[in-house]
Structure formats: structure tokens, C-alpha cells
T-cell receptor
Framework: GAGVSQSPRYKVAKRGQDVALRCDPISGHVSLFWYQQALGQGPEFLTYFQNEAQLDKSGLPSDRFFAERPEGSVSTLKIQRTQQEDSAVYLC?????????????FGPGTRLLVL | DAKTTQPNSMESNEEEPVHLPCNHS???????IHWYRQLPSQGPEYVIH???SNVNNRMASLAIAEDRKSSTLILHRATLRDAAVYYCILKTGNKLVFGAGTILRVKS
């Protein structure tokens, strides 16, 4: 079946520009996660949704970062007034249920470059 | 979040078994041990997970020490397609907390 998809795959933004990154999770998956991966490092957690509820946003680096999942399926990560340090790969993952043993399925990521 | 320690890199010959170690001395009773891998330019991919007992699946085996303070991911016959960064993660809640992982290089 279809996996997690993300769009765009690549985004170049000028510093100060707003960007929106989209994630389409696996159909029926309750949980959705966003991670940020800087070059040469492991992914870092940003935020977590259970259906439409954002239950954990402790990893969002600043108030310029905002995520939503209004209907409990597609999610958008928005970054306002982008800075060069926002350059990274943004990964989305989904899982079927809400348990620690649940597998997370990752999308290919969106590579953001801020000039 | 509980921490894991892995070697920075390892090298293996093709068609030979690979044992990737992970130390997690601060593991708690409710932590699951998860392994993910990340191939170049791709998102992480689930490999295997366990709680107390050793686990096998089509991709790999997971050997968990009796005290649960360490574990080993075993790839039975490494192929060139197994070259990736392998992450050992302790998971109690919902989020994954990645470390730096082990870069596995496979030589033909």
C-alpha cells in the first residue's frame, strides 16, 4: 500500500520567507510525528499529533514553527520568517496506534535550504 | 529520555554476519528497544524492536542482554544494500529519540 508521502521534496527559500511542508500519512494511522534532521545528525523530534490533537510540541525550536492536522489526516508544518539555521531535512512519520512498541513509518523527507 | 551508546562506525564484508552493539545502562522497565536504519537520502526505516526476549524477523535478529542494559542487532548476511546508519533507540512514550547511530559500511 501507499506509504507516507511528503511534499515538496525540495524547497529553496530566501531568508525571511514563509514555507509550508505537507505530510500525507498512511491512511488510518492515528499518530503523526514531525522530525528535523540537520546534516550529519540523527533526526530530532519536533511535534506529535494523535488524530487532530497536537499532544506534544516540546521539540519545536521557536514560535516561528507551527504544525497542524485539522482533520486528523494530512499535516502541515509551517515555518515563518525562515532563517539559515532552519536548513535541514524535515521528516514526517506515522504510526497506526498509540503504544510504545508501535512502528513509525517515515516519509522521504523535505529538504529545506534557506539562503 | 534514556540514552544509548553505539560505536560511530563499523565495517563488514559482504555475505558475512554483522553484530551491531548498543549500550543502554539507564534503561527502565517500560522502555522498548527499537532499531531503525537510514539509507542515504531516505527517511529512517524500522528494523526490529523488543522488550525482554530475543526477537527475529525477516530483516534481522535482536539479542537483548538478561539485565537489558545492552543489546545487539544481528544482520545474518550483510549485503551492499545494508550499508546505512543504524540507530538504537529506547522508547517509552510515543516519540523516537535518535542518537548519532552507527554508520555501517559493507565491502564487496
Amino acid at each position: 500500500g501507499a506509504g507516507v508521502s511528503q511534499s515538496p521534496r525540495y524547497k529553496v527559500a530566501k531568508r525571511g520567507q514563509d514555507v509550508a511542508l505537507r505530510c500525507d500519512p498512511i491512511s488510518g494511522h492515528v499518530s503523526l510525528f514531525w522530525y528535523q534532521q540537520a546534516l550529519g545528525q540523527g533526526p530530532e523530534f519536533l511535534t506529535y499529533f494523535q488524530n487532530e490533537a497536537q499532544l506534544d510540541k516540546s521539540g519545536l525550536p521557536s514560535d516561528r514553527f507551527f504544525a497542524e492536522r485539522p482533520e486528523g489526516s494530512v499535516s502541515t508544518l509551517k515555518i515563518q520568517r525562515t532563517q539559515q539555521e532552519d536548513s535541514a531535512v524535515y521528516l514526517c512519520a506515522s504510526s497506526q496506534r498509540v503504544k510504545p512498541q508501535e512502528t513509525q513509518y517515515f516519509g522521504p523527507g523535505t529538504r529545506l535550504l534557506v539562503l | 529520555d534514556a540514552k544509548t551508546t553505539q560505536p560511530n562506525s563499523m565495517e563488514s564484508n559482504e555475505e558475512e554476519p554483522v553484530h551491531l552493539p548498543c549500550n543502554h545502562s539507564t534503561i527502565s522497565g517500560t522502555d522498548y528497544i527499537h532499531w531503525y536504519r537510514q539509507l542515504p537520502s531516505q527517511g529512517p526505516e524500522y528494523v526490529i524492536h523488543g522488550l525482554t526476549s530475543n526477537v527475529n524477523n525477516r530483516m534481522a535478529s535482536l539479542a537483548i542482554a538478561e539485565d537489558r542494559k545492552s543489546s545487539t542487532l544481528i544482520l545474518h548476511r550483510a549485503t551492499l544494500r545494508d550499508a546505512a546508519v543504524y540507530y538504537c533507540i529506547l522508547k517509552t512514550g510515543n516519540k523516537l529519540v535518535f542518537g548519532a547511530g552507527t554508520i555501517l559500511r559493507v565491502k564487496s
